[in-house]
């Protein structure tokens, strides 16, 4: 079965600092991928999701996430964070072959204003 | 559209009851799946219905269980509580099969064993 790592447990930055949240995967087959966010207080909701096709893909609120698929990797990018996008971030993976959905451990961002 | 919604968001149990947990998904999506989260553990995936039919489970004990019934409402029913069962219990709901489709999230069921 696949797993998912997400290195950065807690990470702090300023506001307009830019961001890389790293989230690598386990597994040989084909994959889709997604991040989500869950703001305080708030549930999950997804930021975006690569499914096929362009490997750089484009979310909400600016963010995006590029599909390395040689490093197992799909790293969640901003160019320049707000107060705002203080939340928890969750790295998911699933295989359409085993329908298994794993997540990352998640991480903490917390932007100081 | 209204989203997933779970009822009840809130509940106290006792070692040893049970519990029953429910998950309405957002009109016309067939699948639902539950998940597990814990400061600890993280989030773990439960099991997945589509169409009323388990389509797949997680590594959890046979005491959690689940349903899916014909409007695609779902519950969760976990037996013989520990007090480890205490977590955020969500749903999610997709148009179909959780590998294919993304997923949108309820609130959640937050549970506290005693």
């Known amino acids: 079965a696949q797993s998912v790592s997400q290195h950065n447990h807690h990470v702090i930055l300023s506001e307009a600092a830019s961001l890389e949240l790293g989230c690598n995967y386990s597994y040989g087959g084909t994959v889709n991928l997604f991040w989500y966010v869950q703001y305080p207080g708030q549930h999950l909701q997804l930021l975006l999701k690569y499914f096929s096709g362009d490997p750089l893909v484009k979310g909400i609120k600016g963010f995006e996430a590029e599909f390395i698929k040689s490093k197992f990797s799909f790293n969640l990018r901003k160019p320049s964070v707000q107060w705002s996008d203080t939340a928890e971030y969750f790295c998911a993976v699933i295989s359409p072959n085993n329908n298994d959905m794993r997540f990352g451990a998640g991480t903490r961002l917390t932007v100081k204003p | 559209k209204a989203g997933v919604t779970q009822t009840p968001r809130y509940l106290i149990k006792t070692r040893g009851q049970q519990v029953t947990l429910s998950c309405s998904p957002i009109s016309g999506h067939r699948s639902v799946s539950w998940y597990q989260q814990t400061p600890g553990q993280g989030l773990q995936f439960l099991f997945e219905y589509f169409s009323e039919t388990q389509r797949n489970k997680g590594n959890f004990p046979g005491r959690f269980s689940g349903r899916q019934f014909s409007n695609s409402r779902s519950e969760m029913n976990v037996s013989t509580l520990e007090l480890g069962d205490s977590a955020l219990y969500l749903c999610?709901?997709?148009?179909?099969?959780?590998?294919?489709?993304?997923?949108?999230f309820g609130p959640g069921t937050r549970l506290t064993v005693t």
């Open positions: 999610a709901s997709s148009l179909g099969p959780t590998g294919s489709y993304e997923q949108y």
